[in-house]
């Protein structure tokens, strides 16, 4: 069974940075696309970023391009968010997630195109 586990959430006041991580245990997460997703109190999940098992293709949803980085360590296997410049309306619970196949360049917006989930971190940025 494929467990994902994140790390790094945490406070920190607007225009400062924090850098998440999920590990992935139970199958490399190499060879598998990866995704970030959010929820604030009250809304819905949301998609944040998206990675392809290849590394190539990048996908950001238009409120985080230019801010958020999603990336790759091959050695670590692990997916990264490097988060800048966060702002107050970045708040959330950030989950991480994993599906179990896809092309070489495939990289999924959607929840219901991924498989595994990790339990969440939360983000609070402060005004």
């Known amino acids: 069974q494929v467990q994902l586990v994140e790390s790094g959430g945490g406070l920190v006041q607007a225009g400062g940075s924090l850098r998440l991580s999920c590990a992935a245990s139970?199958?490399?997460?190499?060879?598998?696309?990866g995704g970030w997703f959010r929820q604030a109190p009250g809304k819905e999940r949301e998609f944040v970023a998206a990675?392809?098992?290849?590394?190539?293709?990048?996908v950001y949803t238009p409120s985080v391009k230019g801010r958020f980085t999603v990336s790759r360590d091959y050695a670590k296997n692990t997916v990264d968010l490097q988060m800048n410049s966060l702002k107050p309306e970045d708040t959330a619970n950030y989950y991480c997630?994993?599906?179990?196949?896809?092309?070489?360049?495939?990289?999924?917006?959607?929840?219901?195109?991924?498989?595994?989930w990790g339990q969440g971190t939360q983000v609070t940025v402060s005004s």
């Open positions: 997630a994993a599906r179990a196949s896809g092309a070489y360049l495939y990289a999924g917006r959607s929840r219901d195109e991924y498989d595994y």
């Open positions: 990675i392809s098992w290849s590394g190539t293709t990048t």
């Open positions: 139970g199958r490399t997460f190499n060879t598998m696309p």
